[in-house]
């Protein structure tokens, strides 16, 4: 019994030895690779991590790390990975090899030579090898030394015929050659040594998508499907296809049949699908239905997350995600989403403690930079904004988004030349995105190239009929004087986005750029009517109807747009319309409530400062600005309106130049920001400063306020008569404005000063 004992309490320890084991780096490799395989790439590089910190200079975790990245599609860190791969262990062919790989994709003709060097060195270890080979050829075409690129390419294909990346590299610089009989000879030739393969033959069908032979395509796919009735890519491409035809009931049947295949990354093809089809609802079940099959799969949960999102389903989006961290803590993306979420709901803290936990965990990540550039946003921090998309471009310059976002702020700018240059270095698959396209012509029609807008219109439209094309479309044959056609190309948009301002604006110009301004009102009292609950259209009939003084029909034009839940932008309306008719305290009430429901409403703000001012309470007036620059420290408006109320009140005249000055910064070429310097410096006394503003002010915008403030400026630097002829100017062109009568009582004061003193 006593050896028993020992013999148990032996194999207890044994077992509780085995059970303490020191984790080796091997081990978080191992677990790294398993969640590689998996596709959770959070937490395979969090494995990778570990293992590089137990062993830095072994490159296989390196090189697992850039794996994932790829997969991730952030080449800028895998590139990173590989080359810290390559650094501990020059002779890792598999990362020189992968190096060369993605520097053959770029356009910089310095990265494209080091791509030659990576793929030189693996060579230099395994002479022959196809990959390397395949690199190499592409990178040397790439650089412009096409025989030398043929060559190599030739090399491996020859070397190695059933490897087929190197007939693809090859058959890829016949076309670029133009030569679509070669590149069809040798893609038919893979097919051929790929004898049992289903892979040769789909990438020959896919060759025939791609020089427009769609039946080709066809019989290649289906004979694919022949060799192996699960290949992902012919099923694809075939439902593809058969959505192009509009042969709906086979896409779909297709796309069905490719979300049951064993491989993960497909069982949302049919959710993508119905997606495409405008059918969000099916396909919000459909996502469900995978969701409810496999919790784990991120892919899935993060689509349906954003479909939630589309669809305002914020609660059933919150649910989903809180269970994933719940399970995960460290779930990247669950708490990414999350972190947008709360940034939604106006919960910036919590946002920011989701997004700072992302960071930490993965600090290289780009997404999570660009969630850090809309939080930055939404809090008013503007330089902060544009240095988060820089930071997340830089990181991952496929985030399109980012991209796109920070382009709008280039053109804001006036930077249309600089706009067009971060373009145009987007990855070549962007190019053929719509968004992408949209934001181009934006920054071509900002850049003064309208014909070659229309160029770019003429050949997307009649494959793309969608909204945003044809209300840029509309813009330029506005800009070419075609009202009909853009009239027509209004309408047609409008057709398919009845709540597209852009259209509705451009309809109505089509009008009155022809002298039928009236006709324009009909038309839109017309689609009002038809749409009673299109809140966008409502609102704009009521702008147009403000502007042209009638009120009682633009109060009930902004009522509709309420009704049609407006919301504050309505209410709005309604305050400008108070005011126009002189109603101060139905607009005071309308904006006192506005802000109680919404502290942060720069708009109802704004306004009530406005009419604070005209109220003559200007204490309630810097109040409010002061508030409005707490919300948003970089509102050009609010600083410069701030900075004239100080100024002219004669209160605070240094502190008004302060905040002109600071408006001019971020706006330097405003030309009321030049007046209110000017008019700050008038108080000051500064007297010859105040003229050089005033008169860029005027030379820019003669307006009779700024002609007024010039005025008084001539007068007092000594310039009297250059004083008395702006100030003839300005009564004749606004005697009404109160400026006029204190112009007009300093020249009086002038005079008679200058007649009561004594002639030396």
Known sequence: MRCIAIFLITLSLLGSLACHRKVTSEDFLERGKQYLKEKDYARALIEFRNATKLKPKSPEAYFQSALAYIEMRDANAAVAFLMRAVEVDPKHTASQVKLAELMSGSKDREVLREGVEHAKAALQIIPNDPDALNALGLTEFQLGNHDVGLRYLEQANKVYPEHLKSSVSLAAVFLAKKDLAGAERILKEAAEKQAGSADGVATLGRFYVHIGKKEEAQKQFRRAIEIDPGHAIALLNLAALASVDGRDAEAASLYGRISKLPDKDY????????????????????????????????????????????????????????????????DTEALLQRSEIHLRAGRGSEAQADLAEVLRVRPESGEAHYVAAKLARAGGFTKNYEQELGEALRLNRNLLGARLESVTLLLAQGRSKTALELLDQAPSAQKEQLPWILTRNAALLAAGKVAEVRKILDQVLPVHQTAALLQQDSTVRLIQKDYLRARTSAEEALRLDPESVPAIDHLFRSYAYQGKAEDGINRLRQLAAQQPKSAGLQMFLGRVLLATRRYDEARRAFQAALGAKGGAEASIGLVQVDLAEGKNDGARQILEQLIRSDDR????????????????????????????????????????????????????????????????ELAPHDVGVEDTIGWAFYRKGIYPTAVRHLEKAVQTRPTALYRYHLAMAYMRAGTGNRGRAMLDVALREDPSLPEAKTAQDLLAQLSREDSGRVPR
């Open 267 to 330: 069982r949302q093809a049919y959710a993508i699908y119905l997606i495409q089809k405008r059918r969000q609802g099916d396909a919000i079940r459909e996502l469900e239905r995978l969701e409810k099959t496999d919790p784990t799969d991120r892919t899935v949960r993060t689509l349906l997350v954003t479909l939630y999102m589309a669809a305002n389903r914020l609660p059933d989006a919150e649910k989903l995600l809180a269970a994933a961290i719940q399970r995960n803590s460290k």
């Open 601 to 664: 409403n720069v708009a109802a703000r704004m306004l009530l400062a406005q009419l604070h001012y005209k109220s003559g309470r200007l204490d309630d007036t810097v109040a409010q600005y002061r508030k409005i620059l707490d919300i948003d420290q970089r509102n050009v408006r609010s600083l410069n309106n701030l900075a004239y109320v100080l100024a002219d009140s004669g209160r605070a005249p240094d502190e008004a130049l302060q905040y002109a000055q600071q408006a001019k």
